[in-house]
């Protein structure tokens, strides 16, 4: 695994973004995604549960939103981690909760150095992660080599439209609705999420295109890559599996 690197300012920059979010997080992605995004994560859950999987790494995992419905679905083990230790407490919470310690483990790290061997998983999962990083490709690559040879890797990210016309409705709504709507219900925190999001896809994407994500998971050692834009290209879900000799 290498020597282990001091977090970037990019980890930095994402940890502040979040750290005052998690008690309403979910509630929140799910109103002012007009309910969305429990669409998008469902058809995640869908493709990492289809592998029948015994062991799951959730990465950026949030307030476990994803991890319960991952154990919900299917009996395997899963590790949550997230670089944000409020969002993780709200995880543990929720994860007790639901009566599920004994199969969902939380921990602290980076998805850029994980801590653990090469092919730990027989699948991975995560959730807007990648405009969080530094190099997403690098990323990429350390998710490849924790999971094993012909398991199952899926994710969701935010994307652009490029209809027109939903594009026109998506510029409008995340550069004005959103941070109107997520002051009025979620107050500073969520306001200051709200500016920031619309500019940070739109960016994301001028720099690093679809068609580059592809690549990097190709390169990666992943085969069989997919994507599946949903609700107009506003959501984007990948997959893909690892090769035998990779």
């Not at 592998?51 to 950026?60: E, F, G, R, S, T």
């Not at 730990?120 to 998710?143: H, K, N, Q, W």
């Given at each position: 695994?290498?020597?282990?690197?001091a977090?970037?300012?990019?980890n930095?920059f994402?940890r502040?973004?979040?750290?005052?979010?998690?008690?309403?997080?979910?509630?929140l992605?799910?109103l002012?995604?007009?309910?969305?995004?429990?669409r998008?994560?469902?058809?995640v859950v869908?493709?990492?549960?289809a592998?029948?999987?015994?062991?799951?790494?959730?990465?950026?995992c949030?307030?476990a939103g994803?991890?319960?419905?991952?154990?919900?679905?299917?009996?395997?083990?899963?590790?949550?981690?997230?670089l944000?230790?409020?969002?993780?407490?709200?995880?543990?919470s929720?994860?007790?909760?639901?009566g599920?310690?004994?199969?969902?483990k939380?921990?602290?790290?980076r998805a850029?150095?994980?801590p653990?061997?090469?092919g730990?998983?027989?699948?991975?999962?995560?959730?807007?992660?990648?405009?969080?990083?530094?190099?997403?490709?690098?990323?990429?690559?350390?998710?490849a080599?924790?999971?094993?040879?012909g398991?199952?890797i899926?994710?969701?990210?935010?994307?652009?439209?490029r209809?027109?016309?939903?594009?026109a409705?998506?510029?409008?709504?995340?550069?004005?609705?959103l941070?109107?709507?997520?002051?009025?219900?979620?107050?500073?925190?969520?306001?200051?999420?709200?500016?920031?999001l619309?500019p940070?896809?739109?960016n994301?994407y001028l720099?690093?295109?679809v068609?580059?994500?592809?690549?990097?998971?190709r390169?990666?050692?992943?085969?069989d890559?997919r994507?599946?834009?949903?609700?107009?290209?506003g959501?984007?879900i990948?997959?893909?599996?690892r090769?035998?000799?990779a």
């Open positions: 695994m290498g020597t282990k690197r977090p970037t300012e990019v930095g994402a502040s973004l979040f750290r005052d979010l998690p008690s309403r997080y979910d509630t992605a799910y002012l995604s007009f309910g969305q995004d429990r998008w994560r469902r058809a869908d493709r990492i549960t592998a029948h999987p015994k062991k799951v790494l959730d990465v950026a949030g307030p994803v991890t319960l419905a991952i154990a919900a679905a299917c009996d395997a083990e899963i590790v949550g981690i997230d944000t230790e409020d969002m993780l407490r709200e995880g543990l929720n994860v007790r909760a639901a599920a310690s004994d199969r969902i939380l921990a602290i790290a850029e150095e994980l653990f061997g090469d730990t998983f027989d699948a991975i999962s995560f959730s807007y992660l990648m405009r969080y990083v530094d190099d997403p490709a690098t990323t990429i690559g350390e998710l080599r924790c999971l094993a040879p398991g199952t899926a994710c969701l990210e935010f994307h652009v439209p209809w027109a016309p939903a594009h409705v998506w510029w409008l709504y995340t550069r004005v609705g941070p109107i709507a997520g002051g009025l219900s979620g107050g500073r925190a969520w306001y200051r999420v709200g500016r920031f619309g940070n896809i739109s994301h720099r690093h295109p068609g580059a994500h592809v690549a990097a998971w390169a990666a050692g992943l085969q890559v994507i599946k834009p949903m609700s107009f290209g959501g984007l990948m997959w893909a599996t090769a035998a000799g």
